[in-house]
């Protein structure tokens, strides 16, 4: 190990004659107050950054909703596949509540199955809805009860469930899926 220069090594640094410097580490100050102060009024260096909570994984930023909306689409899919009923009990089983958005789908979804079902029989008139793909009929729930129910805009709803479709369905579900969600944005919200 190379011995670091003196003038580097902080004056109250008592070392033994056979300790070893693995690394030092040197910080620039300031040279001035100026730069001090354009320092502590950037809201990336200054109170605001110390005070924001830490980043963490998961639900944090970017893509929130689309994280949401992709948990409710894997919570509505599989309380089918175990054939739960009602679909929103299936919040009651998991050793971790989703998030806040994606349980309110699910309930939501649950508590306006019949309706969103007897939607989608009369707009896929080619395409029973016992015929079609398990994660089809999911997203289709998922898009349904946000235009019908929510404030979401509709740009969002559909190319939130188009991407969806796009990622976990077969390779034309995607526009299936934006054909039936756009026939229910048109009724339900013109």
Do not use: C
């Not at 102060?37 to 909570?53: C, I, K, R, T, Y």
């Not at 079609?132 to 009929?137: E, G, H, Q, W, Y």
């Amino acid at each position: 190990m190379a011995t670091p220069d003196d003038a580097f090594l902080p004056p109250n640094l008592d070392l033994a004659e056979n300790d070893v410097i693995d690394a030092v580490e040197i910080e620039a100050e300031p040279d001035d107050e100026d730069e001090i102060s354009q320092v502590e009024d950037n809201p990336l260096f200054g109170a605001e950054a110390h005070d924001a909570p830490a980043r963490v994984s998961g639900f944090d930023g970017v893509g929130t909703r689309r994280e949401a909306r992709e948990r409710a689409l894997s919570l509505l899919y599989e309380a089918e596949q175990r054939a739960i009923v009602p679909v929103a009990s299936i919040l009651d089983d998991l050793p971790v509540a989703p998030e806040a958005f994606a349980a309110g789908l699910v309930v939501g979804v649950s508590d306006h199955l019949d309706v969103i079902d007897a939607t989608i029989t009369r707009l896929s008139v080619s395409w029973p809805l016992e015929r079609m793909p398990a994660i089809d009929r999911a997203l289709l729930r998922l898009g349904i009860y946000e235009l019908t129910e929510t404030e979401v805009p509709t740009g969002a709803v559909i190319s939130e469930a188009v991407e969806l479709a796009k990622r976990y369905s077969t390779d034309d579900s995607h526009k299936f899926i934006n054909g039936i969600l756009a026939r229910v944005a048109t009724d339900a919200r013109s």
